[in-house]
């Protein structure tokens, strides 16, 4: 399994300012994928990023408001920009595993209070 | 499409107490099936999984057999601990990639 580290563990946040959050992986991997936890609830995929390609993003995410990159196969940020209190969740990251399975391994997650 | 039903929570259990949490799925092609973990204040943490129907996954006491006939993935633990209060989250996937669904998770509490 991959360990995954994430930068910021928690930040607390003005309206209207923006925040970006690191992942960075201990090995190469091809996907990493970007999720929201909201308050109470399940994991909703916001993107996918590849390296040398621009993010997909799910319907309902847009690149303005969480720009992606990704330069090299263990590293990723996403940034939330423009924050409004209902962005206040939970960020994850995560990687898929490489025994065939489909099994993703989760970061930590940025936990984002906005004010 | 492919989905997760989970069962709703929360549930509160006395230690040593048998767990079962409910979880079927629906699903277009043959998925993998997994059990997640979420301890409070951290991440998803892997708990098992099974890849084919009778497939059983198993991890720190917890059991779940993939049963193809009845499309479910049941979450089991014959003695919990104190410990193992934490929000579960079932999930399927069918191919690589983005192709991932969570059930909305079950918080469980057990109480000494």
């Known amino acids: 399994s991959a360990v995954i580290s994430q930068k910021p563990s928690r930040d607390i946040c003005q309206r209207g300012t923006s925040l970006t959050i690191q992942c960075q992986v201990d090995?190469?991997?091809?996907?990493m994928f970007w999720y929201r936890q909201q308050p109470g609830q399940s994991l909703t995929l916001i993107a996918t990023?590849?390296?040398?390609?621009?993010?997909?993003?799910e319907s309902g995410f847009v690149i303005d408001k969480f720009p992606i990159s990704r330069p090299n196969l263990t590293f990723s940020t996403l940034t939330v920009s423009n924050m409004s209190p209902e962005d206040s969740s939970i960020y994850l990251c995560?990687?898929?595993?490489?025994?065939?399975?489909?099994?993703?391994?989760f970061g930590p997650g940025t936990r984002l209070t906005v004010t | 499409g492919d989905s997760v039903t989970q069962m709703e929570g929360p549930v509160t259990l006395s230690e040593e107490a048998f767990l079962t949490i409910n979880c079927t799925y629906t699903?277009?092609?043959?998925?993998?099936l997994f059990w997640y973990v979420q301890y409070p204040g951290e991440g998803l943490q892997l708990l098992l999984k099974?890849?084919?129907?009778?497939d059983k996954g198993s991890n720190k006491g917890f059991e779940a057999t993939y049963r193809k006939e009845t499309t479910s993935f049941h979450l089991e633990k014959g003695s919990v601990q104190v410990s193992d209060s934490a929000v579960y989250f079932c999930?399927?996937?069918?191919?690589?990639?983005?192709?991932?669904?969570f059930g909305t998770g079950t918080s469980l509490t057990v109480i000494p």
């Open positions: 995560s990687v898929e595993g490489t025994s065939g399975n489909y099994e993703q391994y």
């Open positions: 090995s190469q991997v091809t996907m």
């Open positions: 990023a590849n390296q040398g390609s621009e993010a997909t993003y």
């Open positions: 699903a277009t092609g043959y998925p993998s």
């Open positions: 099974a890849t084919k129907a009778d």
């Open positions: 999930a399927l996937s069918v191919t690589a990639g983005n192709q991932f669904y």
